[in-house]
């Protein structure tokens, strides 16, 4: 209820700082900068749209429908990244005869930037998702599994730093605990190291060492548990944290019907956003940067 | 007031420079449904019609071939497609467990929420063994104390409903408690039951507490739906009849 009451608060803010940003948009073409990030979750090897007779999302989702409509968002804005919060496999018998190398080749057709591990990725093993590795030409990132003692040890990085027109967008990973979630011998050695603990190092690296100007966490912990409030999520996450300006998150399958605005720990608005499951939606979060002198008043403008 | 703001801004843009630091100042979030109004792309249609060939033909297959349908709500406490279901693992089973200890599984168990599908009389697909068994678990073979069998047992009477069991458990739910034999013996107190059933049921699923920290364990590394295909492939027609495995008194 008090979120509720907050997003409505700051979307009335919003209303009255749009005036100024369409101002600053149309007056200062020069001097502002616009990213656009796109992101996916909990795929689950869902390449062909739904059949449609089916019961729930009749012709709902597609890679060749999603990989159009990336496309004209890539030509509309070049500096756009696409993103996956993990769970890509799983689901269809594509991934059970093929063993995730086609979501895997699609993935980097469709020219991913980066995607995070879901506890689904491990369902072929440790061993199954290594081998996969090579049909992937996008990068994964995950920064609380510590894969030391596997075989993806290397193969993985804690974060990514893109740079779209001179503005540095610093991605991280983070991975829920696969104790209990997945068979010891799918995932073999790897340590699950606490999420809030490495994500407030992560988003000190990014922001104070890479100086990056936005941070961006994908995480596979979930949004909320009902059941278990104080159990690791989304919304924790965000409140525990500072830095952060997006999580996109995976793994409950929540579909947002936008995304939600949240507090982290020093007060500051961060967006936590997750578009269900199947590929049947894109989330599409549009970040816009202007020059230090243009601002009249500290903070940002949220729509959503 | 907004034409105040307005030229405020103005003034200030017309005063800023082109090469200062980047201040996020503005931040939009949509939701963009993937619909039938959006056009495939021509390249990964292409690129996926060959592997959606493999699978159709694949999932197409015909396995074998049933003169009824198969379902798990065709009785009381028992099943036509749980007996099948439980009697086809131990089947598959029972073979590679035999040869990694010598010894012979007891019975099996599995339960009435993993039956994910019935199949329709006619051919047997392989598109049904996926639908029957979405999921990648593992059949096990858990070692269990003759006290556990007895919990197994009254978490079957508790619960009252078809959970999928195999033909080597007799067990009739009588006024005074219940009749229980197994591979026509009684329970016997000092020895131990080898018990099959699914890794995903061994760690707590369904609330099968009885499978919990067993004498042994043996991970068959075969999964539930592996066994299913290969043993239609093996039979031309699946005969299943409800034969009273588990019943209550009437």
């Known amino acids: ?304 | 007031m907004k034409k105040i703001i307005i030229s405020i801004f103005t003034i200030l843009l017309l005063l800023s420079c082109k090469n200062e630091p980047q201040v996020l100042v503005k931040v939009e979030g949509k939701l963009l449904p993937i619909t039938e109004e959006i056009q495939s792309k021509k390249e990964i249609e292409d690129f996926i019609q060959p592997y959606r060939e493999k699978v159709e033909a694949e999932m197409n297959t015909v396995l074998s071939y049933t003169e009824k349908d198969l379902v798990r709500t065709d009785g009381e406490l028992e099943s036509s497609l749980g007996n099948l279901m439980a009697d086809l693992c131990f089947d598959m089973a029972n073979p590679v467990f035999k040869s990694r200890t010598t010894n012979n599984i007891d019975f099996a168990l599995f339960n009435y929420g993993g039956i994910r599908a019935g199949i329709t009389k006619g051919d047997i697909k392989t598109e049904n063994a996926f639908q029957l068994m979405p999921f990648e678990n593992n059949l096990v073979v858990v070692e269990l104390t003759s006290e556990k069998i007895k919990e197994l047992v009254n978490y079957l009477i508790a619960n009252n409903r078809a959970h999928p069991l195999s033909k080597h458990i007799n067990l009739e739910i009588t006024k005074k408690g219940y009749n229980l034999k197994i591979n026509n013996l009684p329970l016997n107190d000092s020895k131990t039951y080898f018990v099959l059933t699914s890794d995903y049921l061994q760690n707590g699923g369904d609330k099968m507490d009885f499978f919990k920290n067993p004498v042994s364990i043996q991970n068959l590394n075969y999964k539930v739906r592996n066994a299913i295909i290969d043993y239609f492939k093996d039979k031309d027609t699946i005969n299943v009849k409800l034969d009273g495995r588990f019943r209550a008194e009437k």
């Open chain 1, 1 to 304: 209820m008090k979120r509720r009451n907050f997003i409505q608060k700051s979307s009335a803010g919003a209303a009255f700082l749009t005036l100024g940003g369409l101002s600053l948009e149309s007056f200062a073409k020069k001097t502002s900068k616009h990213i656009t990030i796109l992101h996916t979750n909990d795929v689950h090897s869902h390449i062909d749209p739904f059949p449609e007779d089916h019961y729930k999302t009749p012709n709902q989702g597609g890679v060749a429908r999603r990989a159009t409509l990336v496309e004209n968002i890539r030509k509309e804005n070049p500096n756009t990244l696409l993103l996956d919060a993990g769970d890509i496999f799983q689901g269809t018998p594509y991934f059970n005869f093929y063993g995730g190398e086609i979501e895997f080749k699609l993935m980097s057709m469709l020219k991913y930037d980066a995607a995070t591990i879901g506890n689904h990725d491990f369902d072929n093993g440790i061993d199954g998702l290594f081998a996969q590795l090579p049909n992937a030409k996008f990068d994964f990132v995950s920064a609380n599994y510590d894969f030391k003692n596997t075989v993806l040890d290397t193969n993985i990085k804690p974060y990514k730093v893109f740079v779209k027109d001179e503005i540095k967008i610093g991605v991280f990973g983070l991975g829920i605990e696969l104790a209990g979630l997945v068979d010891p011998r799918m995932y073999k050695e790897t340590n699950y190291l606490d999420p809030v603990e490495i994500a407030q190092d992560m988003s000190r690296i990014l922001k104070e060492e890479e100086q990056c100007d936005l941070v961006i966490c994908l995480s596979h912990l979930g949004y909320y548990y009902k059941s278990a409030p104080s159990k690791i999520c989304d919304l924790n996450l965000a409140s525990k944290t500072k830095d952060i300006d997006l999580i996109i998150g995976g793994h409950t399958h929540t579909f947002l019907p936008k995304p939600t605005v949240t507090k982290n720990s020093v007060g500051e608005n961060v967006l936590v956003n997750q578009v269900g499951c199947y590929g049947i939606n894109i989330g599409r979060i549009d970040f816009y940067f202007d020059s230090d002198k243009n601002i009249t008043s500290k903070g940002k403008s949220i729509i959503v």
